[in-house]
C-alpha cells in the first residue's frame, strides 16, 4: 500500500503550481511532443498527434495508484495556463529517495519557469513524511538543467558513468541532491 496522497492543495512556487493533467493541456504536451530530448527521456512519443498527447496525458492520471510517484503539469498561477510537467518519482521508499523531473514545453522557455517548478517540487516532497533525499540526474551537456538544479538549491554529488541507457546509447549522468532540511533551530 502506498503511503503517499495527492495533496490537498496545489504545490506552489514564483508563477507556477503544480497541478493535475487536464485534457486542455494538450497544446502544452504538443508543444513538449516538438522538443527533440522531451521524447527521449519520457514516455510522450516524438512529434505525437492529439490522440497521443491524449494517451500521455491519460497515463498520468495513473501514475500515483501505480506507486510510481507523482506527475503534475506546470501551470502559471495567474491563469493556470500549462506550461510543463514535474515528477516527484519514487526511487526507494525504505530510504527515503524519490528523483525529481521536469520539462518546460518549448514556447515557455528562457524564464527560469523549471526554477519555479522544481522548488515547488521539493518543498512538496517534504511534506511527505517519508521522504528524506530527491534526486536528479542530469546529462553533463544539459547546461539550463544542470543551471536550474543549483538555483533550486541542488548540490552536485558527482558524475555517474554510463548511468542511463538513453535512445539505445550509454549516457554519463550528474547526480545532483537536495536532502530535508532539518527543522527546529
Ligand atoms: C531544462 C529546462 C526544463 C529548463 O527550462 P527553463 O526554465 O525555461 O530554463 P531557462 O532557459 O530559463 O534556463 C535556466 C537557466 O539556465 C541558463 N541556461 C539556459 N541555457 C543555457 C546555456 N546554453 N548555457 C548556459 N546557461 C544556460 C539560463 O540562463 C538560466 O540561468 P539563470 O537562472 O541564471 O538565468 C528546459 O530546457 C527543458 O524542458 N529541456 C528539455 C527537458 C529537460 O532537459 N529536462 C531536464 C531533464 S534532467
Known amino acids: 500500500m502506498t503511503p503517499l496522497r495527492w495533496p490537498a492543495t496545489d504545490p506552489v512556487a514564483g508563477r507556477v503550481r503544480?497541478?493535475?493533467?487536464?485534457?486542455?493541456?494538450?497544446?502544452?504536451?504538443?508543444?513538449?511532443?516538438?522538443?527533440?530530448?522531451v521524447p527521449r527521456i519520457s514516455t510522450l512519443p516524438a512529434d505525437a498527434d492529439e490522440a497521443a498527447a491524449l494517451a500521455y496525458i491519460g497515463r498520468q492520471h495513473g501514475r500515483l495508484?501505480?506507486?510510481?510517484?507523482?506527475?503534475?503539469?506546470?501551470?502559471?498561477?495567474?491563469?493556470?495556463?500549462?506550461?510543463g510537467t514535474a515528477g516527484l518519482w519514487v526511487d526507494d521508499l525504505g530510504h527515503g529517495r524519490f528523483r525529481g523531473g521536469y520539462t518546460i514545453a518549448p514556447g515557455r522557455r528562457g524564464h527560469g519557469l523549471a526554477g519555479d517548478a522544481l522548488r515547488a517540487l521539493t518543498a512538496f516532497a517534504w511534506t511527505?513524511?517519508?521522504?528524506?533525499?530527491?534526486?536528479?540526474?542530469?546529462?553533463?551537456?544539459?547546461?539550463a538543467s544542470l543551471r536550474t538544479a543549483e538555483r533550486a538549491g541542488y548540490v552536485c554529488e558527482g558524475l555517474l558513468r554510463d548511468h542511463h541507457r538513453i535512445g539505445g546509447a550509454w549516457c554519463d549522468m550528474v547526480l545532483l541532491a537536495a536532502l530535508r532540511p532539518v527543522s527546529g533551530g
Open 65 to 83: 495508484a501505480e506507486g510510481r510517484g507523482f506527475s503534475f503539469c506546470v501551470a502559471l498561477t495567474d491563469d493556470s495556463a500549462a506550461v
Open 128 to 143: 511527505l513524511e517519508v521522504a528524506h533525499r530527491v534526486e536528479l540526474y542530469v546529462e553533463p551537456w544539459n547546461v
Open 18 to 37: 503544480l497541478r493535475a493533467f487536464r485534457d486542455t493541456d494538450l497544446p502544452m504536451v504538443l508543444d513538449l511532443a516538438t522538443d527533440p530530448y
